[in-house]
């Protein structure tokens, strides 16, 4: 009788190896699928594709149990949630500092986003998320923005108190890690992006990972309402909250490829920006009056910039415009006069409560115990001071030493000017 690769890593799992060795045969097997014939759709081929190698080799590399291949990051982060059982009277708190889409994800799945400050790294402020816990808060979504990791071990401490789910977005840091282990693997799941502008980039694309079986198969189920995911697709459910009306966020064999490629050169990626930010931040320790940007687990930061704090937002001002003079390729966060969705304060759809229907769910939802939250622009003054003094400048992979010289003498200047 043949068998195929999948059920052999099906049988591995049952057994209780330790994680390493079940890693390894993972390893093995999956380096041993067999080449597919094209095929375009991931469910039906002759053999396992692209997609399934994709899932197979994030799974591996990130050190999650499960992992699911979808067609964005905004997907990945409704499938988690659904799949998380999060929905109507709950809220989810949500960092004031994110693409638009970590706060939309949790409307669209019926929730509550409410809005938490950043602290000087960017991420979720363990101390405001204490503050903005209520007896709805079913979730808390950390976002590692820029590459930078959240604070995961106060976060997780917190989700532990509370009985709360963690849902992490890693859009912007996919490799990154806490710890020495994968950001998207300390919460009940991990979503991640692969969007033109990503760190593994297929256009469109993202994933989902989590150790949870029930939260994978839910995930599954949300992703592909047809349920070509099931072997035996219309067989009855096989446990309570398996089966339900979902969406279509299958991911195609063409973009599983492109993602695949671009994974197998994530390693040699975050090495050299790893490398380079290091080597730029040692030159610029150094410079007085440089206030640098502290990193939870600086060893883990999947480094795409580096972050300093001026003094005032008009000082932050003139740094950039020196150093544009200079050529260095830095850039501001937050600007009054400049509209731009990874800040709360643009989000109308959620400080106006914007619905697609006149009913206003989820806001109106009689399954809302709690008191609405008063979103308004002013809601967390913190999160503007920082990014309003922040300066931004971006990480090149393909620096060499010499030209880090020059960026970290063009930042001296720049911070001594104006
Ligand atoms: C932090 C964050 N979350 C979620 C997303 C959504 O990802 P996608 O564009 O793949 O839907 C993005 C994309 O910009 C992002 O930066």
Redesign the pocket.
């Known amino acids: 009788m043949h068998m195929g690769n999948e059920e052999l890593m099906e049988i591995v799992d049952l057994w209780n190896l330790k994680p390493k060795i079940r890693e390894k045969i993972h390893q093995l097997l999956a380096e041993n699928l067999p080449e597919s014939p094209p095929h375009l759709f991931r469910y039906y081929g002759p053999e396992p594709g692209k997609v399934v190698q994709l899932e197979r080799e994030f799974a591996l590399k990130s050190g999650a149990r499960y992992a699911l291949a979808v067609n964005?990051?905004?997907?990945?982060?409704i499938a988690a949630l659904v799949a998380c059982g999060i929905g109507p009277g709950d809220e989810v708190i949500v960092p004031a500092y994110?693409?638009f889409?970590?706060a939309s994800?949790a409307v669209v799945a019926r929730a509550i986003p409410v809005i938490a400050e950043v602290d000087e790294t960017l991420t979720l402020d363990p101390e405001d998320v204490r503050r903005k816990l209520t007896s709805q808060t079913k979730a808390i979504m950390p976002?590692?923005?820029r590459g930078l990791p959240a604070d995961m071990d106060a976060l997780m401490e917190i989700a532990r108190e509370s009985g709360l789910k963690i849902i992490e977005?890693v859009?912007?840091a996919c490799g990154g890690r806490y710890r020495g282990r994968w950001l998207g693997t300390f919460g009940d799941a991990g979503?991640f992006?692969?969007?033109?502008?990503?760190i593994v980039a297929s256009g469109?694309?993202?994933m989902v990972v989590t150790d949870d079986e029930e939260v994978y198969i839910r995930a599954q189920s949300y992703h592909d309402t047809a349920a070509c995911w099931r072997p035996d697709r219309y067989a009855r459910e096989k446990m309570p909250g398996e089966l339900f009306c979902g969406e279509n966020y299958r991911m195609s064999e063409v973009h599983g490829a492109i993602a695949l490629a671009q994974l197998r050169k994530l390693d040699g990626y975050l090495e050299r920006c790893r490398k380079n930010k290091k080597l730029l931040t040692e030159r610029l320790e150094s410079l007085r009056g440089v206030q640098l940007q502290p990193v939870n687990d600086p060893d883990g930061d999947a480094a795409q910039c580096l972050i300093l704090f001026a003094p005032t937002a008009e000082r932050a001002r003139e740094m950039i415009d020196n150093l544009h003079l200079e050529g260095v390729p830095a850039g501001g966060i937050y600007d009054k006069t400049v509209r731009d969705w990874?800040i709360y304060t643009y989000w109308e759809h959620i400080l106006e409560r914007k619905t697609p229907t006149p009913e206003g769910c989820p806001y109106t939802c009689p399954h809302y115990q709690g008191r609405l939250p008063e979103y308004h622009p002013e809601m967390c003054p913190r999160t503007l001071d920082l990014l309003s003094r922040t300066v931004h400048i971006a990480i090149s992979p393909d620096w060499e030493e010499d030209r880090i010289e020059d960026v970290a003498g063009k930042i001296a200047r720049a911070l001594k000017g104006g």
């Open positions: 964005s990051g905004t997907s990945a982060l994110t693409f889409a970590t994800a976002v590692h923005m977005d859009a912007q979503c992006s692969f969007d033109f502008y990503k469109e694309g993202g990874h």
